[in-house]
């Protein structure tokens, strides 16, 4: 089974702290992609990264790096100095099949002035 | 820049009620979707289209229909509303194993 887990459900930060937000995932697919999306207040959700499961290298965009362990099944979103306009939910998700997406349950960013 | 539009944000609706949510993209994505998204449960996957008038059953297609009469158009369909069924509802597309792309999401009540 298909299965990921966001286990930190809030996260409350100042501005300017580094903050990492955990993803954890379940397959039995030895072939998968791994995403993250950003949900503003405004609701629509945004995508940030993509990553296939043979390519473990990190990825760094700016503020933002993704850490990427298939020992661990693990795919850890980093912000670095932290600002409001990051506040959000985050999402996880883990694509199977034919483009289906399970999502892990999102992990609320508060960042505070 | 990928266009997916929904065709309300808000709906009330009375239980019973039949409802419909348009769901409209504009890049010519052959595969469609319809989330619903509640508090601590993320998204589950309701219906999906892989081409016109294809559909399939998602995560938790009971209670629902969809229809796909055009490439660029994604109907969900409550048959009878329920106040189960108040929700965020969030309508995706993509071209093949790409990332999907997000409308603005259909905020349902049923009273």
């Known amino acids: 089974a298909q299965k990921v887990t966001q286990a930190q459900t809030e996260i409350s930060v100042v501005e300017k702290e580094d903050v990492t937000l955990d993803c954890v995932y379940e397959?039995?697919?030895?072939?998968?992609?791994l995403f993250w999306y950003k949900q503003p207040p405004s609701g629509e959700l945004v995508f940030l990264i993509r990553r296939n499961s043979f390519d473990e290298q990190n990825e760094i965009s700016g503020r933002y790096s993704w850490n990427f362990q298939k020992s661990t099944s693990s795919f850890n979103f980093t912000i670095t100095a932290s600002q409001v306009v990051d506040s959000a939910v985050y999402f996880c998700a883990l694509r199977w099949g034919y483009n289906k997406l399970i999502f892990g349950a999102g992990t609320r960013l508060a960042v505070h002035p | 820049d990928v266009k997916v539009t929904q065709s309300s944000r808000y709906l009330v609706k009375r239980t019973g009620e039949k409802v419909f949510l348009e769901c409209v993209q504009d890049?010519?994505?052959?595969?469609m979707f319809w989330y619903r998204q509640d508090p601590g449960l993320g998204l589950r996957l309701i219906y999906f289209s892989y081409d016109v008038k294809m559909k399939e059953k998602g995560d938790i297609p009971e209670g629902y229909s969809v229809s796909r009469e055009k490439k660029e158009r994604f109907s969900l369909i409550l048959e009878s509303a329920s106040t189960n069924q108040t929700s965020m509802y969030l309508c995706?597309?993509?071209?093949?194993?790409?990332?999907?792309?997000f409308g603005p999401g259909t905020r349902l009540t049923v009273t």
């Open positions: 890049m010519d994505h052959e595969n």
């Open positions: 397959t039995r697919d030895t072939t998968y992609y």
């Open positions: 995706a597309s993509t071209r093949g194993s790409h990332e999907q792309y």
